[in-house]
T-cell receptor, first 116, second 114 residues
Framework: DVKVTQSSRYLVKRTGEKVFLECVQDMDHENMFWYRQDPGLGLRLIYF???????EKGDIPEGYSVSREKKERFSLILESASTNQTSMYLC???????????????FGPGTRLTVT | GNSVTQMEGPVTLSEEAFLTINCTYT??????LFWYVQYPGEGLQLLLK?????DKGSNKGFEATYRKETTSFHLEKGSVQVSDSAVYFC?????????????FGTGTLLAVQP
């Protein structure tokens, strides 16, 4: 069965702390994604990765960085957490089948981060 | 650029009622279209998909048809159940590039009452 796991379901951090959110997939997928989900805004892409050590900015990368040292693991880093980063964070992965293919993304359960 | 527009919620229905959630898109080329569902406290799950015009995706009694002429992918179900209460997201994936990014609508909350 397809599986994407995230390190925490709930996290509370203080302003200015460095925060690490971890995501692991067991499907040997090439592509991995980080989104944040906010009411009324849907899902917004923060960063994605199409290979180990490769990353590209999504729509809202400011205040975030990512790391992909192994194919199965994709980390989201908040260098200095701020209250406006309080949100639900979702990780996803998908196959890559070439430029003309389109595979669905598989999502983890999400991490609800509160920054106080 | 590419975008997805879906109807605002919440949608409140009685059990066994007919459901339609509208979704329209703007895209260049021939995107693939998806409906995802998010149950309370969970991540998103793929509900159904369609990869070319006139394709019909179906799953768990839900259906959606890829209509290129109206750029729509409306979600329908003939008889909803309380267990269908969730947030539904329409999404498109534009082909090309090194990956297939998804562009999501804002989500529609469905509440089904017994």
């Amino acid at each position: 069965d397809v599986k994407v796991t995230q390190s925490s379901r709930y996290l509370v951090k203080r302003t200015g702390e460095k925060v690490f959110l971890e995501c692991v997939q067991d499907m040997d997928h090439e592509n991995m994604f980080w989104y944040r989900q906010d009411p009324g805004l849907g899902l917004r892409l923060i960063y994605f990765s199409y290979d180990v050590k490769m990353k590209e900015k999504g729509d809202i990368p400011e205040g975030y960085s990512v790391s992909r040292e192994k194919k199965e693991r994709f980390s989201l880093i908040l260098e200095s957490a701020s209250t406006n980063q309080t949100s639900m964070y979702l990780c996803a992965s998908s196959l890559w089948g070439g430029a003309l293919s389109s595979y669905e993304q598989y999502f983890g359960p999400g991490t609800r981060l509160t920054v106080t | 650029g590419n975008s997805v527009t879906q109807m605002e919620g919440p949608v409140t229905l009685s059990e066994e009622a007919f459901l339609t959630i509208n979704c329209t898109y703007t895209a260049t080329g021939y995107p693939s279209l998806f409906w995802y569902v998010q149950y309370p406290g969970e991540g998103l799950q793929l509900l159904l998909k369609a990869t070319k015009a006139d394709d019909k995706g179906s799953n768990k009694g839900f259906e959606a048809t890829y209509r290129k002429e109206t750029t729509s992918f409306h979600l329908e179900k003939g008889s909803v159940q309380v267990s269908d209460s969730a947030v539904y997201f329409c999404a498109l994936s534009s082909k090309g590039g090194a990956t297939n990014k998804l562009i999501f609508g804002t989500g529609t909350l469905l509440a089904v009452q017994p």
